[in-house]
């Protein structure tokens, strides 16, 4: 069998690696690729290349280095089709999510942080009485250490590098080694795009390994994560020696509030989406769904009917709404959740165990799993404390207003969070009541990408986003003339 071979990108180069990690597709369960097993000699390697390319590239205006990043969008976006497929294949989700979402929000990434970066001002402050003036400069940082994760590759690798390199950063990433292809493909187009060698370095591998020589690397000053709780934690750990900017988005435990005056009709058609869209595979998407009492049986019902609906199947099948999870592993975690609440007196509704899913031979052992639907679960499960991130999600009613915040904030995280209601008044309180970096209300996962994203409590530290991600990606310097 011929395996497609990643090589790492450093300083403008295709670098070999001596040893090498499978990487799976999927929706067949078999190798189809070999990604670089990096250590720290590679990543020395790739640190010295990023510090080399520095200077000249923090020299260059904001404009010219908007160029080169609407020149790397402008050949991203010629291969979208390229790269869709290739990121469904690695990934395991839909063709039609991959091309409609994943690649065309990594081009907008790449456009929106060079328009962006051109439109920054800093601070002045007069102090007259003292015979002061004072105002505030900002420079890169340096070297930025980049870790992005398996389920949003390219789109959440991207939303990494278009900001640090736009402020004038030189960076060296980690992609996920489960989903590594679509980061190596854009390393195809840099010479293409002018991006001098050095300036983006991707050294591909695990999170022990190569993950692990990034972040406690003395050269690499600040670290942007997106990943899981744990791994951050790690990271935290590996960094404190250095006293690193960290940048760390992490898990969540998504409530839906649903109100009885919610327009039904809307909200089960967003909250199938917003529970299972990429397979529930995204850390924004809804996992406890809480609806007032007197409408919770015809919630129940329209939502279980509609989730049955949600067509799980072969990615590259147009009918199909969700492909397969990313890893044998974690679709077996995922089943474990779900034989957690069995044993626990929840009831299955529809999916797992319930619905069987109709495949082709040659997707039979692809890690398959259909929209599930769980009632029953105690507050204080696993399976309503934990981040399950696969297709699941749990209902359960509530009486007042209060008891439905008190529910929603009752977990250790708190990334986001969706309100249903017609009451402008009740909207608004709350949104404001609920732990969440981010509140949607009548919708989900609207993003404009000026404003700040990022967790509360257990769901990370610090915020991306236009000003945020230029504010963390450059340092700021106070300077004060007395004249």
């Not at 004072?134 to 420079?139: A, E, L």
Request: proline content about 5%; charged content about 20%.
């Amino acid at each position: 069998i011929s395996y497609l071979v990643l090589e790492n990108f450093i300083g403008g180069r295709f670098v070999p690696c001596g040893s090498h990690i499978d990487s799976y597709d999927p929706s067949i369960g078999e190798v189809y690729c070999r990604v670089p097993d990096s250590g720290p000699q590679e990543v020395d390697a790739a640190v010295a290349a990023a510090k080399e390319a520095f200077p000249s590239w923090s020299a260059r205006s904001p404009e010219q280095r908007a160029q080169v990043l609407n020149k790397l969008a402008d050949l991203m976006e010629a291969q979208l089709e390229e790269f869709a497929q290739a990121e469904s294949r690695d990934q395991g989700k839909t063709v039609t999510f991959a091309r409609t979402v994943d690649i065309p929000r990594a081009v907008h990434n790449l456009r929106f942080f060079a328009s962006s970066a051109l439109h920054h001002t800093t601070e002045c402050s007069q102090m007259d009485h003292m015979g002061c003036m004072s105002y505030t400069v900002r420079s890169p940082v340096g070297v930025a250490g980049l870790i992005s994760p398996w389920n949003l590759p390219l789109y959440l690798l991207t939303w990494k590098i278009a900001p640090a390199i736009a402020s004038g950063n030189t960076v060296v990433a980690k992609p996920s080694e489960m989903t590594s292809v679509t980061a190596w493909m854009m390393c195809k187009l840099m010479q293409q795009a002018g991006v001098p060698p050095g300036v983006v370095n991707v050294v591909f591998g695990t999170g022990p390994r190569a993950g692990d020589a990034l972040v406690g690397h003395p050269e690499i000053p600040l670290v942007s994560f997106t990943g899981s709780t744990a791994t951050a934690q790690r990271i935290t750990e590996r960094s404190a020696l250095y006293c690193k900017k960290l940048s760390l988005e992490l898990g969540g435990k998504n409530p839906a509030i649903i109100f009885a005056d919610a327009n039904l009709d809307q909200c089960i058609k967003t909250t199938i989406h917003s529970s299972f869209n990429n397979q529930g595979e995204i850390c924004l998407c809804t996992s406890r769904i809480y609806v007032e009492r007197s409408i919770y049986s015809e919630f129940l019902k329209r939502f279980v009917a509609a989730a049955k609906k949600f067509k799980t199947g072969v990615p590259s099948d147009p009918s199909s709404n969700n492909g397969a999870l990313i890893s044998k592993e974690h679709l077996e975690k995922v089943r474990g959740f779900v034989a957690l609440a069995k044993s626990e007196g929840g009831i299955v509704h529809c999916g797992e165990g319930v619905d069987q899913l109709d495949l082709p031979e040659r997707n039979a052992n692809g890690y398959f799993m259909p929209a599930t639907v769980i009632s029953g679960v105690s507050e204080s499960s696993r399976v309503m404390q934990e981040e399950i991130f696969g297709p699941v999600t749990c209902v359960s009613a509530f009486d007042t207003e209060e008891e439905a915040v008190s529910k929603g904030n009752g977990v250790r995280y708190g990334l986001s969070a969706t309100v249903w209601s017609s009451d402008v008044g009740k909207v608004h309180r709350v949104a404001g009541r609920l732990q969440a970096g981010l509140v949607w209300t009548n919708c989900w996962l609207v993003r404009d990408l000026n404003l700040p994203f990022g967790g509360m409590k257990n769901s990370g530290v610090g915020r991306e986003g236009g000003k945020d991600s230029y504010h963390f990606f450059t340092e700021v310097k106070t300077i004060t003339i007395k004249h």
